[in-house]
């Protein structure tokens, strides 16, 4: 008997080569292999970034700012207002008239001005004469100037100087230091009418009162 020809049992063989049979593949079986899943690739560790902490209020008034540079601005200061005077005042009486055409007063009513002063034993050196229609009078300014002790209104009323107070033509008013007198105009009195005749007498008679 040829032991070439020796026929063994399926399970025998099996049995024989248990350990050296390699596994069909898949292609025998008519299938395709599935992909095997890549490893994850490792990731570097990160640290989660630290939000920046906002400027607290303390912090904020440490910080210094730069302001902007402007340009020092000139100070204007009111210059105060003079009035032009005729006369020295030198008895510090003051004659406030209201003459539109004149510088201060027409001739022939300065004639009679002086005439009615002379007759006090005043003159034009005792007196300063102001023309309202010159230059609006405002009682406190024309104080701070002239500092008045007497004062004569001609033509012009107490409240178009600005005074606090009113009182009627020929009465002697006194107030804060100052003696007024309102009467009208010089024009008015300066006439030989019966009327102005009556209103010079007036006049005098306050005169008298204030300087005699």
């Not at 904020?60 to 100070?75: D, H, Q, R, W, Y």
Request: net charge neutral.
């Amino acid at each position: 008997m040829s032991l070439t020809n020796i026929h063994l049992p399926g399970f025998v063989i099996a049995d024989l080569y248990r350990n050296s049979l390699m596994q069909p593949s898949a292609a025998d079986f008519g299938t395709v292999p599935q992909a095997m899943p890549e490893a994850p690739l490792p990731q570097r560790e990160t640290k989660p970034e630290t939000p920046s902490q906002p400027v607290g209020k303390e912090e904020e008034k440490s910080i210094p700012v730069a302001e902007p540079l402007t340009a020092a601005k000139p100070v204007h200061t009111a210059e105060p207002v003079v009035y032009k005077t005729l006369g020295n005042n030198k008895q510090q009486i003051t004659v406030v008239v209201n003459c539109t055409n004149d510088v201060y007063v027409p001739e022939a009513d300065l004639a009679f001005l002086t005439k009615m002063l002379g007759a006090c034993k005043l003159n034009m050196a005792d007196v300063a004469i102001v023309n309202h229609a010159t230059a609006p009078v405002a009682i406190e300014k024309l104080k701070a100037q002239l500092q008045p002790k007497s004062l004569l209104l001609f033509g012009v009323e107490p409240g178009d100087i600005q005074l606090p107070i009113n009182f009627p033509p020929f009465k002697e008013q006194p107030y804060a230091g100052t003696t007024y007198l309102y009467t009208p105009a010089l024009s008015l009195l300066n006439q030989e009418t019966e009327e102005a005749k009556l209103l010079k007498r007036k006049l005098w008679d306050c005169l008298k009162r204030m300087f005699l």
